[in-house]
């Protein structure tokens, strides 16, 4: 049995994903310009993501206290037809190895499905091994940098078909 559960992101846990996706990027020295860690609405993730709830999403994994393990997030990208972003994902810790982040990244998916997109398109850093092991794992595949790209210190792209 799960002790923890994934449901969508409440303005109650944008302090606490923010301080994870800080602490991680910091912990792999990326917090720096080009990196999720200068985005404008990092401390308040709640509000981008809800703004628009058939586009995008954000989920967060809490305990059975109630804080938050990490987090993940979905929307529209535009660089590539029919196609959403995995964004943001990063887990304490504490969270890190009990599969929270592959139950993450289904749960994307399964948001950009239902949303009507055929293809999910995420960026990473080279640093990031675990999080690069996970997606090669759940089917993604490296592609070259599309032009769209916003995070210019990222440099590994992967895109994966989600049609049903």
């Known amino acids: 049995m799960d002790d923890y559960i994934i449901r969508p992101i409440t303005a109650a846990d944008d302090p606490a994903i923010a301080w994870i996706i800080r602490r991680n990027l910091e912990h792999y ?28 999403g954000y989920f967060v994994a809490v305990d059975g206290d109630g804080a938050v393990l990490g987090g993940g997030g979905v929307a529209a990208f535009a660089g590539l037809t029919n196609c959403a972003e995995a964004q943001k994902l990063y887990l304490s810790d504490a969270a890190k190895g009990r599969g929270i982040g592959k139950r993450l990244m289904q749960t994307i998916e399964d948001f950009a499905r239902a949303a009507g997109y055929e293809r999910l398109y995420l960026e990473t850093h080279s640093d990031l091994q675990a999080a690069i092991h996970l997606y090669e794992k759940l089917g993604f595949r490296q592609i070259d940098k599309p032009a769209a790209v916003l995070h210019s210190t990222m440099n590994m792209f992967y895109l994966k078909d989600i049609r049903a």
């Open 29 to 56: 020295h990326l917090d720096i310009s080009g990196t999720a860690y200068f985005d404008k609405e990092l401390d308040s993730l709640s509000r981008f993501y809800n703004a628009m709830p058939v586009e995008r």
